[in-house]
Nanobody
Framework: VRLQASGGGLVQAGGFLRLSCVAS????????MGWFRQAPGKEREFVAA????????YYSDPVKGRFTISRDNAKNTVYLQMNSLKYEDTAVYFC?????????????????WGQGTQVTVSS
């Protein structure tokens, strides 16, 4: 499975972006998906995750209420809608896929990782 993330860019604080991650194979629909981010000089951190059905979602505290994760299994795509962006949201964002939502959320590990997409929020 290859994951291709896109949608990053430069935005002013308070603005919004929508990230997309397209999976290369049809098995996408049976995998939980997640978004992680890594800022310069910091460790990778969990952002959000969604079950294969889309029913269950998890968010980290810093993004809760501002970011929304969703998926379209017919398009093999997971999205991250990011609203009310803050300077501290600046990071490279990665999408990931794993069979277990709990594993993805609890361990911050995944079977497959996409390449990152840069999000830069200017203050």
């Amino acid at each position: 499975v290859r994951l291709q993330a896109s949608g990053g860019g430069l935005v002013q604080a308070g603005g919004f972006l929508r990230l997309s991650c397209v999976a290369s194979e049809h098995i996408f629909s049976s995998y939980a998906m997640g978004w992680f981010r890594q800022a310069p000089g910091k460790e990778r951190e969990f952002v959000a995750a969604i079950s294969w059905s889309g029913v269950t979602t998890y968010y980290s505290d810093p993004v809760k209420g501002r970011f929304t994760i969703s998926r379209d299994n017919a398009k093999n795509t997971v999205y991250l809608q990011m609203n009310s962006l803050k300077y501290e949201d600046t990071a490279v964002y990665f999408c990931a896929a794993d069979r277990g939502l709990g594993y993805l959320h609890d361990t911050h590990k995944a079977e497959f990782w996409g390449q990152g997409t840069q999000v830069t929020v200017s203050s």
